[in-house]
């Protein structure tokens, strides 16, 4: 088993349990992790734990599936998908946005590098962050968009 496949393995599990703590474990504690929906990046293991923190807040029934893996050395990249109902505040850098009750499904990507001990020491996360805010009704559907 590479590092990537050990890595997503207890990261879905934490994640899915609503583990601040077992998600952040999987990271080096000087980590950096960018985030479309971040100004700057997160930096180091308790900022990974408190972003996490947040979302399972936001969203209570969140859940994330791993899709496809490619892993070469010490990098790998990961598509993911995420589900989950918008029923707690969700923390923003621009402030929080009250619950709307709205559910999200959105696939994304990350770009991973891993320290010799196999811990994330770099993470670049993709997800289209318009389709996000769209599917919490915070924006409308552009112009011809069909339903999903």
Do not use: W
């Amino acid at each position: 088993m590479g590092k990537l496949e050990a890595a997503s393995k207890q990261f879905v599990e934490a994640f899915n349990r609503h583990d601040p703590d077992a998600v952040a474990a999987g990271y080096a504690t000087d980590c950096v992790v960018n985030d479309p929906a971040y100004p700057v990046p997160l930096v180091g293991r308790n900022a990974v734990r408190e972003d996490a923190a947040k979302f399972f807040r936001a969203f209570p029934d969140l859940r994330i599936e791993s899709l496809e893996r490619f892993e070469k050395g010490d990098f790998g990249a990961e598509e993911f998908r995420m589900t989950g109902t918008n029923t707690g505040p969700l923390e923003e850098p621009a402030g929080e946005i009250a619950a709307t009750g709205k559910r999200i499904d959105l696939k994304g990507a990350a770009v991973i590098r891993f320290d010799a001990q196999g811990l994330v020491r770099e993470e670049r996360r993709y997800y289209d962050a318009a389709s996000l805010i769209r599917q919490l009704g915070l924006a409308p559907e552009p112009a011809g968009a069909t339903t999903r």
